[in-house]
């Protein structure tokens, strides 16, 4: 029996970059062993994201207010943990993430037994697109962060590309962080004692729209998410 491998694209303001996405999707061939679905989660966009996700065979789940990152990858790991699926995997309504670069979370996942693995652009090759330098200090000190926290030796704890197993599903469903959901969940899983492991991906720029976080807003983000994960570490485990 195949594994069942849940896709969650969320999605704000993406009409330009996610039919580009979402047709590499259609032509990309995963290892024969898995069955792939795609859900595109739509966080109240103001554009035609909607309308776009409806031109393909893929689920959509339109939200009906703005929730923010957190709230709609959450959202569609709950829909992953109602639908019994093996594993989700977060790819970027942007584009950032390519397809092809899923296969290499499902390998990592197959070898190491992981209940979390991260695509990351700070270990191994690290080919392809590279964040500006500012993020990328901003990044080391995530890296500095969460190993204080949590002893891990996690080197791009903002990526958005990652796998979840069912464990992990289940989890993320109930107690996913709302704001800074990246770097925050990573203490989450390591407090619930679940495996991580980080592994090598390609990385590139985003195919349309605009990032929410510009290199002025840099320093303050980077703040705001210090404080959240440092209440996350401290806040009383419910699981």
Not at 31 to 54: E, F, G, I, L, R
Not at 129 to 145: A, P, T, V
Not at 151 to 178: C, E, V, W
């Amino acid at each position: 029996m195949k594994e069942r491998v849940l896709l969650i694209l969320p999605c704000y303001n993406e009409e330009v970059a996610l039919p580009v996405l979402l047709t590499e999707l259609q032509h990309t061939e995963f290892p024969n062993h898995y069955q792939v679905d795609v859900v595109v989660v739509n966080d109240c966009s103001k554009d035609k994201t909607a309308q776009v996700a409806k031109q393909f065979k893929v689920a959509l789940i339109d939200l009906p207010m703005n929730l923010g990152i957190g709230g709609a990858v959450q959202t569609g790991l709950q829909y992953a943990f109602r639908n019994k699926y093996d594993y989700a995997i977060q790819l970027d309504g942007d584009g950032q993430h390519p397809p092809h670069q899923v296969a290499t979370l499902l390998a990592a996942q197959q070898q190491y037994k992981a209940d979390v693995v991260i695509g990351s652009r700070f270990v191994g090759n690290g080919e392809g697109f590279q964040s500006s330098f500012i993020r990328r200090l901003g990044i080391r000190y995530f890296h500095w962060l969460n190993r204080l926290f949590t002893g891990n030796q996690i080197f791009d704890s903002t990526s958005g590309f990652r796998l979840l197993n069912k464990r992990a599903i289940a989890l993320a469903a109930m107690h996913y962080p709302d704001e800074y959901p990246e770097p925050e969940s990573l203490i989450l899983f390591a407090k619930a004692g679940y495996s991580i492991v980080e592994v090598s991906v390609q990385m590139r720029q985003r195919q349309g729209g605009a990032s929410s976080i510009g290199s002025t807003a840099s320093i303050y983000y980077s703040l705001k998410v210090s404080l959240s994960m440092f209440f996350t570490f401290i806040r009383q485990s419910k699981y």
